[in-house]
Structures are given as C-alpha cells and as structure tokens.
Antibody, heavy 124, light 106 residues
Framework: EVQLVESGGGLIQPGESLRLSCAVSGFAVSGDFMGWVRQAPGRGPEWVSVIYTAGTRFYGDSVRGRFIISRDVSENTLYLQMNSLRAEDTAVYYC??????????????????WGPGTLVTVSS | SYELTQPPSVSVSPGQTASISCSGDKLGGNYVSWYQQKPGQSPVLVICQDNIRRMRFPERFSGSKSGNTATLTISGTQALDEADYFCQTWDSNTVIFGGGTKLSVL
C-alpha cells in the first residue's frame, strides 16, 4: 500500500529555517517523481517543488532560491529544506507522488498519491 | 507559466448535472487533471490525462476538453460530491493549479 506521511511542521519565526520530511512506503522515493504542494488557509493548492527520478529539481517562483527539495534513498524519505521563511509561506505542506508521461505529442503530469500534510506557521 | 481559471463556486440540486470549467491559454496542448478536496482532507485525484477517471470514483465523474477549456462533469450529483475541485496541468517543468471551485449540492 502506498503511504506518504509528512512531519516537521510547526510555528517558526520569519527569517528562520525548517526542514520537512515525508516518509514513504509502498514504493521507492527514487523510482518515481516526487513533489511538494502547499495550501494556505482558504486558498487553492500551490506547487512548491518537484524532483524527477534522475534527480533534476524544479521550484515554483515564490520559493526558488529559498527552498531545496531532496531525497534519501536509504531512508526512502523526501525532504524540503525551507530557508528565509516568510509569513506568506504559512500553509499546509503536502508531499505527493507524481506520474509523468508522454502521450500523443504532449506530456502529462499529475499527483496520484498525497500525504495528510503538515502545517507550517510563520509568525513572530 | 500561465494561469488556470475556474469559477469560484458552482451550485447544483441533487440528481442534476454539475459542470466545472477550467481555462488556460495553453491548455489545448497540455493534459489536465482534476482533484477533489473535502474539508480537512488532502486533495484526491479524480481525473488524469484530460478524461481518465480513477477507479475509486463512480462513472458519474467525467472529464473533457475543448480547445483551451477543460470541464469536469458530475452527472446525477449527490450530497457526498460536495467539495472543492481543482484543475491542474504541467508546462515546461512547472506545475499549475487552478484556483478551485466550491461545489455546493443544495
């Protein structure tokens, strides 16, 4: 059974750093595309970052240069290192497994499994 | 990247058909997925690759796309379908979500 469980959220002051973890079971974190999506209170989801099977990483405009996605194959865990946190980073952070493929001349990409999320609150 | 636009809310009577639209400038050339999210829960994938329904969802859920507009259709809407629905696409290594539509079953 596929399971993803996030941890590491909490209350943190602006400018500080926090690392989120996502423990994965039922598949290999290195064998699939993995990503982080966040959702601020009352808002829709916002893509944060994705790491491809080859290790290539991409980031959303609002976090590029501050956040780093990584994975530990031995622990089968996905991470999100968040630096220089701002009030607008306050959100529930979800890790998710992604599926990407190429069909009829176009790529498809979607998140097929999600964790329950962990809340990050940035406030003084 | 670009934006995906959804209506903020859609209301439907039980048993009627609900249609939720999602529009974007380049959507015609990109595949669309749809997610359902109920209060306090994580999003759940409903439709991928424009029109492929996940098995956990009944046949009354369907997806379609015409030009730059995708549509999630729920036929015979039931009270348990009341939720937020988000569309999502991928373009140039960027994931884009729509703002979401709150479906009310009145």
């Amino acid at each position: 059974e596929v399971q993803l469980v996030e941890s590491g959220g909490g209350l943190i002051q602006p400018g500080e750093s926090l690392r989120l973890s996502c423990a994965v079971s039922g598949f290999a974190v290195s064998g699939d595309f993995m990503g982080w999506v966040r959702q601020a209170p009352g808002r829709g989801p916002e893509w944060v970052s994705v790491i491809y099977t080859a290790g290539t990483r991409f980031y959303g405009d609002s976090v590029r240069g501050r956040f780093i996605i990584s994975r530990d194959v031995s622990e089968n865990t996905l991470y999100l290192q968040m630096n220089s946190l701002r009030a607008e980073d306050t959100a529930v952070y979800y890790c998710a497994r992604a599926i990407r493929g190429y069909l009829a001349g176009a790529y498809f990409f979607y998140f097929d499994s999600w964790g329950p999320g962990t809340l990050v609150t940035v406030s003084s | 990247s670009y934006e995906l636009t959804q209506p903020p809310s859609v209301s439907v009577s039980p048993g009627q058909t609900a249609s939720i639209s999602c529009s974007g400038d380049k959507l015609g050339g990109n595949y669309v997925s749809w997610y359902q999210q109920k209060p306090g829960q994580s999003p759940v994938l409903v439709i991928c690759q424009d029109n492929i329904r996940r098995m956990r969802f009944p046949e009354r859920f369907s997806g379609s796309k015409s030009g730059n507009t995708a549509t999630l259709t729920i036929s015979g809407t039931q009270a348990l379908d009341e939720a937020d629905y988000f569309c999502q696409t991928w373009d140039s290594n960027t994931v884009i979500f729509g703002g979401g539509t709150k479906l009310s079953v009145l």
